[in-house]
Structure formats: structure tokens, C-alpha cells
């Protein structure tokens, strides 16, 4: 059953000196299915919200005020502005405008009336699902310690205390209860806490404020430690059958540190239900289903049932390759055409070949001829000029002597 | 002193390295220097950006008159184009897509021209010619010699292999897809290209049209035609000045 599956909560023992019933053995109760209901900050906000505004008392401004003179504009021509002024004389008040709210003793703008809509009506279901999810907070510590109580001291979270507390009838011997199950530094807080409230509250009957200390939940109708506990300071106390949400969530937020008596976390089951059984005292009530049951992503990620399906990891990512310039990178070339190499190698050689051949060619030419080979190219030039002289071969031979004056 | 295993060193892929190189320089300094012009990244919505209906009629009429003036185009003799010099052509879109009717943009998708500054090699059969014709405004081409054949293919040569473009880095993903031709290099592709082997149609599809740079300054920026004085229609031989430009 449902029942069983549920963790177990043991009972915190008060000691034998404070109540003549004596227990011997701690003794547990299994943890009641409305803890576990989802946690809805957002409802409970909205739901603490309407609710709060259900207590207020209306206010209005008379409804006479600033109309009770006849007074009436005096027109255009005389040099004042148009605001309808007290008539009649003899006094500081006559003449003086009246009737607009930006006239000196005129009505105020949009007078307050008493048919507000003070109170604010909310879904049933809503307040329930508000109240349950107060309640599953507060069996969170780490909520109760945001919301600022001091619970560093208490053993267990829910805390659960005996039924002999319900009989408890001195305050004395509440703040020694509340001292022995770690509660007391939060009472504590909330008695230091005390304190003038700031701003025009404090003389429109508000004038002390101080935190909430913790909330004690008993089961039985008519218990005495509501007189007990009633006036430790920041102490509430209230009957599990009447749980309220301005109390489990003062400002709206969640987590306020309940003690339970063991009687009263007994009846949550009959009061609540769980999420398939109806509850008892609530007609067709079934706690709130939440949108996931398991919300814990990462468990449910790397759980088997998640794991053998999914397809493996992809370690080779293929990626797209540089393409690389074979014209200017040469190592590209080459696995692209390993001739290229040769090719190349052979075009620098003829190069190389061409260049040297047309210097050696110019240098030739341009070099400076050595004193014998210009004395013997000199000496060639006068030996075929003699021969041409002497040369009788040649035609015109006599024209040249005469020209020349040449003799042989 | 147990010593554990090496580990393995996480080789990072280049293209990965360049990127944030990149990333880490050029990146973060135009962002500065857009901060201090007081540019901001991002495309504003300008009143300029809605179009009005005078623009709207305008681009239709423009687009029609697009449209009959290539009606006119492939009315004019033919006799010129059926003699081409060369087998090989290459064609370079040079326009942009505005102001085209949509049967020129069709023609220039069969092309596989379909960006501008786009180059293809085609076959200079009659055909193609009279594609080239109705689209004369808006691509150049000419007869590359050998040597732009092999740059550009060396350069910006892509393959398509599973309708993916493939650079070609090596002669593996050549013999893979050609190999039942006979082309197992990229030489071998060159080599067909330019002289118009058996398998010539197949290479041309397997490269895929070459994405070129801008020239600095080599068009006129004019839609007549280049005897004209323009850039547009055949240029014959001095489209290798272009290529060498543009690759």
C-alpha cells in the first residue's frame, strides 16, 4: 500500500519530569501523502493574495464633504477664473473657490466610496491546492530556512511531537517543551524581533511589529496548549482540521516551521486523502497531481531506460577540409600531380640555361678587346687597304689612283 | 610513481583553428571599430526598405522589357555563332538578378550560373550558343587557353559528389568519381577540359561552376557588349585577361 511506501517520521518524546505519562519508545508514523503534494509558489502566492484582502473593513470620505456650499461660478468678465466661488460676504470664505479638488476645502478627486469590491472570491480547489502545497513545504528545511526560521536545532523535519503535549496547561512548561525539541531559538527570534512599526501605522492601531515564530498543529478538539502556547511571543497555534493559509504562509510565502502533535499528523491522511484515495472529510477532494512526477531531469537522463536507446556519441565528426592553393602551397601540388615537381625543376633548369646563355652572350660582346687583339685587328685593316692599292685586279683601279692620288 | 597512461593529444582540425583565429582578430576589431562609428550590427528597418507601389510597377515593366528585348536577341542572325574557334568556352556571369525576367534567370540556373562572378566551362556547340545569346546582357565568355584551364581548376576546382560540393585536394576523390571514364587525376581532368577528350561531358558536370573573385578593375560596369565597348558577350580570346584577373 501507499502507506508503507511512505518514509517514517519518528515522534519526538517529551521528557517523563514535565507530564506524569511515561513513554519509553519512541514510536514513528509514517509520513502522510500531503507532504508530498507539489509545490506551487505561484498558487500560493495568488491564493494569499485574495485571501488577505477578505479581512479588510471598508473606508470612505463622507460623502457631503466639499459640497455643503452654495457656491456658483461668477463668469466671464471679471478678471478671476471661472471655479465656482462661495457666494454671500463678511467673511475670509466668501468669494473663494469651491467645489473642485483643486480648490482650497473642495472635494477630493473621485471620493472613496464604501462599495468597493473589498473581498476577493477564490475557487475552492485553488485554496486547497494552496493550503497543500503550504504544507508540503513546510516539511522541506531547506524551505522553512529560506523563509528565515531558525531550525538548525531541530531533530527531524516534520517535526512531530507526543500527544502528552496536548495537555500541557502552564506556559512555563510550554517554553521548557519547546526548549527541549530545538524550537526555541525561533521563539526566541521572534520575541528579539520586537518592534515599533515605521510610517503612520503605528498611530492607526498597528503598532508593534514582529516575525512569526513557529505554528503548533494539535489534533484534538479542546486541547489545553492553546492556552499554553497562545502567549509565547510569534507562536501561533491551530487545530488540524482548520489549517488556515494566512498562517501556513504569512506574506505569502512558503515554508513556515510547524510542529505537529502526533494526533494531528494522524488525521492529515482523513483531512487531505492521498493522490487516488478521496479524502474523507472533503467531499471528491483527491490531492493535486503534479505535471511531472519525477522532476529530476538528470536521473532521468542517465537512467537505463533512457540510455539503451539512445544512439551512441558521435566521436568523428567530419568536418569539412581546407582546400589549399596547389598553384602557390607546393606540397599540394605534388599529391595533386607529382610530375609537377619534375616539370617544375626542368622549366628552372632551362631558365637557369637561357639566362646564363644570353650573358655570356652579351658579356662577349660587351667585353673590352686586349691590346693585341686590337693591333692585330688594326694590321688586318691596313693589310687589305694595301691590297686594295696594290691590287691591279680591281676595275675601277684607275679611277681610284687618280682619286686617291695615290702612287704605288 | 605510477605514471597513467599518455594521453592522447586531441588533434583539432585546422578549419576549426583558423576560425578562431579569425574569430579573436578580425572579428572583435570590427566590432570596435563599428562601436566607434556608431554602427550597429543588424539591418534596421528603414522607411526607405518599404517598397512603394510605383517601384513595384516599375520592376514588372522592366522585367517585361528584359524579356522582349531577349525575344529580339534570338531573332537576330545566327549565322555568326554557328563557327565558333574553339571547343571549349567559358562563360562568366557578370550581373546581378535584378530587373530579370524569370525565364533569363531559368536559363542562366541551366547554365548553372546562378550567382554572380560564377564561372562554367561549356561546349561551344550551337545550342549553347544560342543560350549564350539570350542572355548575352548578363554573362562573358570566351576561349581560355590551356594554362587558365589548369589555374583555375588547380585553384577553384570543386567536385559534386552526392550533390555535395567537394573540394578537390586529391586525386582519390577524382579516381572515385571519374575512374569508370578513365580519369583518375586531376591532370587527367585538365587534359580533357582543354582538349575535349571522349568523356568531355561528364567532367564539365563533375566540376562544378567556379566561384571567382571580383576583378579590381577590369569591367567597364556596362551592359552593352564588349565589342561595343562594354563587358557583356563574347570576348573571344581576351577573356584569359579577365580569368587572370578574376582567379
Redesign the interface.
Same mark, same amino acid.
Request: glycine share 0%; no cysteine.
Given at each position: 500500500m501507499a502507506a508503507a511506501a511512505r518514509p517514517l517520521v519518528s515522534v519526538q518524546p517529551l521528557p517523563a519530569s514535565l507530564n506524569d505519562m511515561v513513554t519509553d519508545h519512541v514510536t514513528t508514523v509514517a509520513l502522510p501523502d500531503v507532504m508530498k503534494a507539489s509545490i506551487r509558489p505561484d498558487i500560493v502566492n495568488f491564493v494569499h493574495s485574495n485571501i488577505s484582502k477578505n479581512s479588510r473593513q471598508p473606508y470612505a470620505v463622507s460623502k457631503k464633504a466639499g459640497h455643503q456650499t452654495s457656491a456658483e461660478s461668477w463668469g466671464t468678465g471679471r478678471a478671476v477664473s471661472r471655479i465656482p466661488r462661495v457666494s454671500g460676504g463678511g467673511t475670509h470664505r466668501a468669494g473663494q473657490g469651491a467645489f473642485g479638488n483643486m480648490c482650497r476645502g473642495g472635494r477630493m478627486f473621485a471620493p472613496t466610496k464604501t462599495w468597493r469590491r473589498w473581498h476577493r472570491k477564490v475557487n475552492v480547489n485553488q485554496k486547497r491546492y494552496a493550503v497543500v502545497s503550504a504544507i508540503a513545504a513546510s516539511s522541506i528545511p531547506s524551505l522553512v530556512m529560506a523563509r528565515g526560521h531558525r531550525v538548525e536545532s531541530v531533530p527531524e523535519m516534520p517535526l512531530v511531537i507526543s500527544d502528552s503535549a496536548e495537555s500541557i496547561e502552564k506556559t512555563s512548561t510550554a517554553i521548557k517543551v519547546l526548549k527541549e525539541i530545538g524550537a526555541y531559538p525561533d521563539a526566541e527570534k521572534a520575541k528579539d524581533s520586537q518592534a515599533i512599526r515605521p510610517g503612520k501605522g503605528k498611530m492607526r492601531n498597528r503598532r508593534y511589529i514582529s516575525r512569526k515564530g513557529p505554528l503548533i498543529v494539535y489534533g484534538t478538539e479542546g486541547a489545553k496548549l492553546v492556552k499554553a502556547f497562545r502567549n509565547i511571543p510569534g507562536v501561533d497555534v491551530a487545530n488540524v482540521e482548520r489549517l488556515n493559509l494566512l498562517k501556513l504562509a504569512p506574506g505569502g510565502h512558503l515554508g513556515r516551521f510547524v510542529i505537529w502533535t502526533k494526533s494531528a499528523i494522524e488525521k492529515l491522511d482523513s483531512i487531505y486523502g492521498s493522490f487516488e484515495k478521496c479524502s474523507e472529510k472533503k467531499q471528491g477532494y483527491v490531492l493535486p497531481r503534479s505535471k511531472m512526477v519525477n522532476a529530476d531531469l538528470a536521473r532521468i537522463i542517465n537512467s537505463d531506460e533512457v540510455q539503451s536507446v539512445v544512439k551512441p556519441i558521435k566521436k568523428e565528426i567530419k568536418?569539412?577540409? &581546407?582546400?589549399?592553393?596547389? &598553384?602557390k602551397n607546393l606540397n599540394?601540388?605534388l599529391? &595533386?600531380?607529382p610530375?609537377a615537381k619534375t616539370a617544375r625543376r626542368m622549366a628552372l633548369l632551362a631558365e637557369a640555361e637561357r639566362v646564363k646563355s644570353k650573358k655570356e652572350k652579351l658579356d662577349k660582346k660587351r667585353k673590352p678587346v686586349s691590346k693585341e687583339e686590337l693591333a692585330a685587328a688594326k694590321a688586318a685593316g691596313k693589310a687589305w687597304y694595301k691590297t686594295m692599292i696594290s691590287d691591279s685586279d680591281y676595275t675601277e683601279f684607275e679611277n681610284f689612283t687618280k682619286w686617291l692620288g695615290v702612287s704605288q | 610513481m605510477a605514471e597513467a597512461e599518455p594521453l592522447e593529444m586531441a588533434y583539432i582540425s585546422e578549419v576549426i583553428l583558423k576560425k578562431r583565429k579569425h574569430k579573436e582578430e578580425s572579428i572583435a576589431l570590427t566590432r570596435k571599430t563599428q562601436l566607434e562609428l556608431g554602427q550597429h550590427g543588424g539591418k534596421k528597418r528603414k522607411v526607405e526598405d518599404i517598397k512603394r507601389p510605383e517601384q513595384l510597377v516599375r520592376e514588372f515593366r522592366e522585367r517585361e522589357l528584359d524579356f522582349i528585348r531577349m525575344k529580339q536577341r534570338t531573332k537576330r542572325a545566327k549565322s555568326a555563332l554557328s563557327t565558333p574557334n574553339s571547343k571549349l568556352l567559358f562563360v562568366i556571369r557578370l550581373h546581378g538578378k535584378n530587373d530579370m525576367h524569370p525565364k533569363t534567370r531559368k536559363i542562366l540556373y541551366n547554365l548553372r550560373l546562378t550567382r554572380i562572378f560564377h564561372g562554367v566551362f561549356l561546349k561551344a556547340s550551337p545550342g549553347v550558343l544560342e543560350l549564350l545569346q539570350k542572355v548575352e546582357p548578363y554573362v562573358t565568355y570566351g576561349y581560355p587557353n590551356v594554362k587558365n584551364v589548369s589555374c583555375l581548376i588547380y585553384k577553384k576546382g570543386y567536385g559534386k559528389i552526392d550533390n555535395k560540393r567537394v573540394p578537390l585536394i586529391d586525386n582519390n576523390i577524382i579516381e572515385q568519381a571519374l575512374g569508370k571514364h578513365g580519369i583518375l587525376c586531376l591532370e587527367d581532368i585538365v587534359h580533357e577540359v582543354a582538349n575535349g577528350g571522349p568523356r568531355f561531358r561528364e567532367t564539365l558536370n563533375f566540376l562544378g561552376p567556379f566561384s571567382l573573385n571580383k576583378p579590381k578593375e577590369g569591367l567597364q560596369g556596362k551592359k552593352a557588349l564588349f565589342k561595343d565597348g562594354g563587358d557583356t558577350g563574347n570576348r573571344e580570346n581576351q577573356i584569359n585577361d579577365l580569368i587572370d584577373k578574376m582567379n
Open positions: 568536418r569539412a577540409s &581546407l582546400k589549399k592553393n596547389p &598553384l599540394v601540388m599529391k &595533386l600531380n610530375y | -
